[in-house]
């Protein structure tokens, strides 16, 4: 918090608008903006406005990392594991140096490199070359001769269980925890190829079970899904003697150069990283990677920039991926409803990574007096897992929402009911009523209760999702003496709009019209924005934006005072002009205005402040906020007894997000996170044939997304659910749009046909198996 | 070291090599239809060779080895980077260019069968600086989000537009069927074609 005389009193609006807003007082620093009011009273913010860079993207004109060529680059390919466990004995690249076109031959998992001789996953990088073309380049791998000595391996997470099976790694290699703060934290036991168990608890879970008059409990499993970015993992590294640059597909810039600068000593100022078109990321673009070290050290090596593209094959193999898991669930809960104890045993596998596990929905999405977890991740010979939109609480939410289902039908309650007895937040309170309405929940029957071979069914689930902040978030406004604007960060466009959003937020504060406002993001040369990961781009760098465009704006209208004869706190700046606001005929155009400047631009850098109610815990760069972001989403199906096809016909979908900024972009993010969803229920599979280790399915033909035909109508709601916390008071939307979809569909399918599918994906072999009419575990 | 390898010398070697005998019946059809009609059909490759690409009203001369898809002609030797290559074998549409009006896979297209054929990818779809209405429907309706498969789907919807005066949202969905999209963009893109199969109508 700002310290005593540094803030001012300032009245908020908060509470839901559709509901009742109230007003809260808060300090806001003194070189902050006044109380932004709700959307209904502002011009550009919330309001459904086209991303800016639509022309470009829709003309083919945006240029994405694959489409970067600088003069004499090189293409550069990475030779790659065919083993799922393996020790290099020795590796010879001789010939491939000797290949016409060849400029650079890296050898990665050689036996000159202590630590980094044994390979653990088909995929596993070995060497890589950098030539001319990439067809000199794939000629080359062919030549290099690895000898190889295989090991055994276990691919499958159950069998890696077992304290016989082939250890993935020993204690000194197996990695500790992750950084995210997933469950695996550093100093948990390694047995076999179990790290944990990770334990969490509150109060007296064994008192808990004991009061309860029900209790429910299953096992629920999740696959292994990709994140299948439809543009690759792609960089093009520049290595010179006065720094490098780097063009990456990347959900951080700032990050990378961070990394970059640790990874090859380089100071900060000698290393830039940039990305215009950015093609998706999904969790899986977060950080410079495998592939971004092995192409810097290509060019280095090379002393010529050097692109590396993945192929669709590398992509599914080690580009990361959703890790696989299996929990246990115990649900103890009174007649009334109200939860007296849950417990949750969970094993999950990121192949040869950490951070697999999911109790945070568990743990905190309902109303419950005693808890217990117990999480394992189990190392496989696999590629290593990584966050995935919604980690964590996606397959936590495949158990939890199910098992509350199961629990309503014990307790003959309906599930809407059961949460509103047992959820504390009014904000999906708020959206139960409405999402009910929409979908006509009071149609719903008695599982299985359609006559006929196609069953309807409804289903509903929950999403919960921590507000995260980037507290290194920085945004720069300029205002040029000819009435132009810019406004700067180094926050990437994964396909979000964030770009638009600022421009909005700039825009409602000179005045003026998003198009008005020239963007320039996604390059490190700018202010230090905050990564597109943990749906928090949008918290972390539009209050920034919002002050520094304030304060702007406070100096361009000490110079309109003078010549408008008014004070300056008695002036505004709307509709394209600067006037006075008692007199709104007292004006001059914002042109006019700034031509005043005695230099030819205004420059303010802000900086993302705590949140004016103070967050709830602070991890170094990041922040979580007080109030956590929701949704809840309802699912109608018609599954097709005879065939096993599950057809997802409508989802309605009621998120919230703090103050919507854009309806227009929050509506395309929240049907893809449904797409998703809808995607994981059903369709995605990362298969691993268990005798060689090889993914079976690397491509996107029989790795199965959901395409045009599978897309039911999807209704979005949006709530506007002020906090008070921000110059913006606005959040993300991405991940919380993804959680609840997939258990939403398994509720509504056991409404359907009355079998209740606790294994993803619920494929049609599936269905049939769980009505028995073919044989199981096929 | 340079194999010259024609068409009719490859079947007879895999029709010797190859065991099963519905095999060399097939193989053996094909080389008597190969020694009446194309027995001094020039041989192509392994070097690059030199074509020239109707492309968006423009014919372009390039040199590409004969196993140079199209998409790899357009966004390397012609620059052309707005077709995009994201699986590489067909399976997501994202490089769907149009060859003589009609949407093809251009990463399954080799340059040197397009012949005459007039290509037409993106970068060409817009007219003096108008946007086709397809490309201004998928702006106002937010039909895009990363954008790495909006190129093809524009041109498959384009094409869809161009050929049918009142599609349904069905027609739209068999347009875009084998198209990928990974944000989940759908539903926009069904909403902006048929709306502007009614600007173009009007």
Redesign the interface.
């Known amino acids: 918090m700002a310290a005593e005389g540094m803030t001012r009193a300032e009245k908020f609006p908060r509470g839901i608008a559709s509901v009742e807003l109230g007003e809260v007082e808060r300090q806001v620093p003194l070189d902050e903006p006044p109380a932004l009011p709700p959307n209904a009273a502002l011009s550009s913010i919330g309001k459904p406005t086209?991303?800016q860079?639509?022309?470009a993207?829709?003309?083919?004109?945006?240029?994405?990392t694959?489409?970067v060529t600088l003069p004499g680059m090189l293409h550069g390919r990475i030779l790659r594991s065919p083993l799922p466990n393996a020790e290099v004995r020795a590796i010879d690249v001789s010939a491939a140096q000797r290949y016409p076109g060849v400029r650079s031959v890296l050898v990665i998992a050689g036996p000159e490199h202590q630590g980094a001789v044994t390979v653990r996953y088909v995929g596993a990088p070995v060497a890589a070359v950098a030539a001319v073309s990439m067809?000199a380049a794939e000629e080359a791998l062919r030549l290099i001769r690895v000898d190889y000595k295989p090991l055994p391996f276990v691919v499958d997470m159950e069998k890696a269980r077992d304290p016989a099976a082939p250890p993935v790694f020993d204690k000194a290699s197996a990695p500790q925890g992750h950084p995210s703060g997933f469950p695996a934290a550093p100093g948990l036991p390694l047995n076999g190829n179990v790290r944990g168990p990770a334990r969490d608890s509150r109060g007296d879970p064994a008192r808990g079970f004991a009061e309860a008059d029900v209790i429910v409990e299953g096992d629920y499993r999740t696959q292994v899904q990709t994140?299948?970015?439809?543009?690759?993992h792609a960089i093009v590294a520049d290595w010179r003697t006065d720094g490098l640059t780097v063009h990456m597909s990347t959900q951080f810039t700032a990050g990378v150069r961070h990394e970059l600068a640790e990874a090859f000593g380089l100071p900060l100022n000698r290393v830039r990283v940039i990305v215009d078109?950015?093609?998706?990321g999904?969790g899986s673009k977060s950080a410079l990677g495998n592939y971004g070290r092995i192409a810097v050290n290509l060019s280095r090596q090379a002393q010529a920039p050097v692109r590396l593209v993945l192929?669709?094959q590398e992509e599914q193999m080690d580009s990361g991926n959703r890790p696989g898991t299996w929990q246990h669930l115990r649900i103890g809960a009174r007649r009334d409803g109200s939860l007296t104890a849950i417990s949750l045993t969970s094993y999950g596998t990121a192949g040869v990574a950490v951070g697999a596990g999911m109790g945070n929905m568990a743990q905190a999405l309902y109303t419950c007096p005693d808890f217990e977890s117990a999480q394992h991740d189990v190392f496989t010979n696999a590629g290593p897992g990584c966050a995935m939109r919604g980690p964590g609480n996606t397959p936590g939410a495949w158990g939890l929402e199910q098992a509350i289902d199961e629990l309503a039908e014990r307790l003959s309650m309906d599930p809407l009911t059961l949460r509103d007895r047992i959820d504390p937040s009014p904000v999906r309170r708020e959206e139960r009523r409405i999402g009910a309405e929409r979908i006509g929940w009071q149609r719903r029957h008695a599982p299985g209760a359609d006559s006929g071979s196609l069953k309807r069914g409804l289903g509903v689930a929950q999403s919960l999702w921590g507000a995260n902040i980037q507290i290194n978030s920085a945004c720069e406004v300029r205002v040029m003496r000819d009435g132009s604007v810019e406004v700067l960060s180094s926050v990437q466009d994964?396909?979000?709009?964030i770009g638009t959003v600022l421009a909005q937020v700039v825009a409602e504060v000179l005045g003026l019209q998003p198009a008005d406002i020239t963007v320039r993001i996604g390059d490190t040369e700018f202010p230090a924005g905050p990564p597109s990961y943990g749906s928090r781009t949008t918290a972390s760098v539009t209050p920034p934006a919002r002050t520094a465009a304030w304060r702007v704006l406070q100096s361009l209208l000490r110079e309109a005072a003078l010549a408008l004869n008014a004070a300056p706190e008695d002036l505004a700046a709307r509709g394209g002009r600067i006037l006075v606001r008692a007199e709104p005929s007292r004006s001059m155009s914002f042109g006019e205005a700034t031509a005043l400047l005695r230099t030819d631009r205004l420059a303010e850098i802000a900086s993302r402040s705590d949140d004016y109610g103070g967050f709830r815990r602070r991890m170094g760069d990041a922040a979580l906020a007080q109030q956590d972001l929701g949704g809840v989403q309802f699912a109608e199906v018609a599954v097709d007894t005879e065939t096993g096809i599950v057809r997802v016909e409508r989802v309605v979908a009621v998120q919230d997000c703090g103050r919507p900024m854009n309806p227009?972009?929050i509506?395309?993010?929240v049907?893809?996170?449904?797409?998703?969803g809808l995607s994981y229920a059903l369709f995605e599979d990362r298969i691993l044939d268990q005798h060689t280790g090889r993914m079976v399915n690397p491509?996107?033909?029989q790795y199965k997304?959901a395409?045009?035909?599978e897309?039911p109508?999807?209704d979005v709601v949006v709530l506007e659910n002020y906090q008070a916390q921000s110059a913006t008071d606005a959040y993300g939307i991405a991940e919380p749009a993804n959680i609840a979809t997939a258990p939403a569909i398994a509720n509504a399918v056991y409404n359907a046909i009355g079998v209740r599918l606790r294994s993803l994906p619920m494929t049609p072999a599936a269905i049939l198996a769980a009505l028995g009419k073919v044989p199981a575990g096929s | 070291m340079q194999h010259e390898l024609s068409r009719r010398s490859f079947l007879q070697r895999s029709a010797l090599t190859t065991a099963g005998a519905s095999m060399i019946e097939v193989a053996s059809a094909l080389i008597g239809q190969a020694a009446a009609e194309t027995v001094d059909l020039p041989v192509a490759g392994p070097d690059p060779v030199p074509i020239a690409l109707m492309v968006n009203g423009e014919s372009r001369a390039l040199a590409v080895e004969p196993r140079m898809t199209l998409a790899e002609a357009l966004r390397g030797p012609l620059g052309l980077t707005g077709t995009k290559i994201a699986c590489d074998r067909g399976a997501c549409s994202a490089c769907t260019v149009w060859l003589d009006g009609v949407p093809v896979a251009s990463c399954m297209t080799l340059a040197i069968d397009v012949g005459a054929g007039a290509v037409t990818t993106v970068e060409g779809l817009a007219r003096n600086g108008e946007l086709h209405p397809v490309q201004a429907a998928f702006i106002e309706h937010d039909a895009l989000q990363c954008g790495f498969c909006t190129p093809g789907m524009v041109m498959s919807c384009a094409a869809l537009v161009e050929r049918t005066p009142h599609p349904t949202a069905e027609d739209v969905e068999a347009a875009i069927s084998g198209h990928l999209c990974r944000c989940g963009t759908y539903p926009h893109v069904v909403a902006a074609t048929l709306a502007a199969a009614k600007v173009e109508k009007a």
């Open positions: 086209p991303r860079n639509g022309r993207k829709v003309t083919g004109a945006t240029r994405y694959v489409d067809a994140h299948c970015c439809l543009e690759p078109g950015m093609g998706g999904f192929d669709r994964i396909g979000t709009g227009l972009l509506e395309s993010q049907q893809g996170g449904v797409l998703m491509n996107l033909e997304l395409g045009p035909r897309t109508t999807i």
